[in-house]
């Protein structure tokens, strides 16, 4: 089973996800709205996300959706 590990730094209003390690090498694109995707500077894979200026209650997160496990084929 994935660990999801969640940091949020209140003074900074910063929200951190991890749905893998943190990597030695990773790069960020914004998304877009402050929403920042983290990858495997590698392979490209994503890691992990991070939210600018988040606030408790902040329907940003709402918007953004996690999956892990495999896809199943669509038909």
């Known amino acids: 089973m994935a660990q ?3 940091f949020y730094e ?3 209003e910063l929200l951190t996800v991890f ?4 990597r030695k090498e990773q790069i960020s694109t914004e998304l877009g709205d402050g929403v920042i ?8 894979e ?12 902040d329907n940003r997160f709402d918007a953004v959706s996690v999956e ?8």
């Open 4 to 6: 999801i590990k969640v």
């Open 19 to 22: 749905w893998q390690s943190p």
């Open 68 to 75: 892990l496990g495999q896809l199943s084929s669509v038909q």
């Open 37 to 44: 995707l983290i990858k495997d500077a590698t392979s490209g």
């Open 10 to 12: 209140p003074e900074m």
């Open 46 to 57: 994503p890691i992990g996300l991070e939210i600018l200026s988040y606030r408790p209650g």
